[in-house]
């Protein structure tokens, strides 16, 4: 898999080309009791940019609004060659306290185990789907965020891919069971229907 922060992916259908690896500023600034000084935020986001990073995410809430002035402020002069993603108040499934789903759990059993295994804190398995555009890391030390960029240097083996997908498939249904069964054919007049391609 290995790849660099200046591997680009494409956004979508945008047509902007993104870092793998997108950097997360939840925890740039105190105000919440637990980010980083702005001179920590400062170190990260340059060592970020200086390996190819473009794609800053960050959000009015984050450390009660004030990581986004500390962005601000280190956006200056170089606003034109990033790109920012920025969410506005707060999300939803926060508000509804939705607890992680069985699949997340197990992803979660499988990566963690494995991490140590290849002597890593981070695994960016994420990066392995063509979906993924880009991976956010939010870290609030220098050494988290050189153990997040070194990740990507990392390859999988067929079976630590077997395993992960495993532990992430999920039970796709209705209606696509339905369409897979031989109830589907009745339904079709004994017409072969292809199932759309995952």
Same mark, same amino acid.
């Given at each position: 898999?290995?790849?660099q ?5 494409l956004?979508?259908?945008?047509g ?17 009791s ?30 009660n ?10 956006l200056?002069g ?23 789903s069985? +699949? ?9 185990p494995? +991490? ?26 220098? +050494? ?55």
């Amino acid at each position: 898999m290995a790849v660099q922060l200046d591997h680009y992916r494409l956004l979508g259908r945008s047509g902007l080309r993104v870092s793998p690896l997108s950097l997360g500023t939840m925890a740039f600034g105190v105000a919440a009791s637990w980010g980083c000084e702005e001179a920590a935020a400062t170190k990260i986001f340059n060592h970020y940019i200086e390996n190819g990073g473009n794609f800053i995410d960050t959000a009015n809430f984050y450390a009660n609004g004030e990581s986004e002035r500390v962005v601000g402020r280190l956006l200056q002069g170089r606003r034109e060659q990033l790109a920012i993603a920025e969410l506005r108040g707060w999300s939803p499934l926060v508000a509804l306290q939705i607890p992680y789903s069985l +699949a997340e759990r197990m992803v979660e059993r499988e990566l963690i185990p494995m +991490a140590r295994e290849m002597g890593m804190g981070v695994l960016p398995w994420t990066l392995l789907n063509p979906a993924v555009a880009s991976t956010i890391i939010d870290v609030r030390t220098h +050494a988290q965020f050189e153990d997040n960029l070194a990740a990507v240097e990392l390859t999988f083996s067929s079976a630590q891919i077997a395993a992960l997908n495993a532990a992430s498939s999920i039970e796709l249904g209705f209606p696509h069971d339905m369409l897979g069964s031989p109830v589907s054919r009745m339904m079709f007049g004994d017409v072969n229907v292809e199932t759309r391609r995952r």
